[in-house]
């Protein structure tokens, strides 16, 4: 049984359907207690950092998050779920500070610049189709090619610090620069983009996530 996390900031809905359509049972989760129920828990995600992590701890849910992430059940975060899992972004923080995450993956999360490094103005939000490159054998990326494309909606963009740990980025994708599009550490996984929102690919990364 798949566990997705209502914590107001996104369209459950569309993901439960699409963990439906993949042929696995998923359930909507209202109370933090209910993740001690579940073979494997997804944070989706939509909207600001700080509500994000408001509603997580108005809940109950960021330390149950850690705990379950602990315990080495499968966990997956889309979008502003992936970001969430980060030590913390400066999306309404102020100069030079950041606003606390859960503080899973090492690491900030970062507005794009308008400016791209070729001289051209890049549209913020990065918004729409974009194709990924994996940067390694990743679980939840197998069946893919190179140049799959997915869909994304945001502003804002992790940015894994490199440690001598297991590598963090398992996929990247273009906007100006080359930026984080997927994670992968342990029993971790994230997306940037919406797999629920990414037609066949996203299907298929959904179905690979349930098999783990």
């Known amino acids: 049984m798949i566990g997705i996390i209502d914590y107001a900031m996104g369209n459950l809905r569309s993901v439960q359907k699409a963990f ?35 509603h997580l701890r108005s809940g109950g849910w960021v330390e149950a998050i850690r705990g379950y ?32 995450g859960l503080g899973v993956l090492p690491g900030p999360v970062v507005r794009f610049s308008n400016d791209a490094p070729d001289g051209s103005r890049l549209k913020v939000p990065h918004m729409g189709w974009n194709t990924i ?44 620069i080359q930026f984080c599009a997927s994670v992968w550490r342990e029993n971790v996984w994230a997306t940037q983009f919406h797999p629920e929102k990414s037609q066949r690919v996203g299907l298929n990364i959904l179905r690979n996530f349930v098999s783990i």
């Open 20 to 54: 439906e359509h993949v042929g696995a049972q998923a359930v909507i989760l209202s109370s933090a207690t209910q993740v001690s129920d579940v073979d494997k828990l997804v944070l989706p995600g939509v909207g600001a950092f700080a509500d994000g992590m408001s």
């Open 69 to 100: 992430i602990g315990g080495g059940k499968p966990f997956l975060g889309i979008c502003l779920g992936l970001e969430l899992l980060f030590d913390g972004s400066q999306e309404d923080a102020g100069d030079g500070e950041l606003v606390e």
């Open 133 to 176: 490159e994996w940067q390694r054998d990743d679980p939840l990326l197998r069946g893919l090619s190179q140049g799959d494309a997915v869909y994304f909606v945001h502003s804002y963009y992790a940015q894994p610090t490199v440690t001598d740990q297991a590598p963090v980025i398992s996929a990247t994708a273009d906007y100006g």
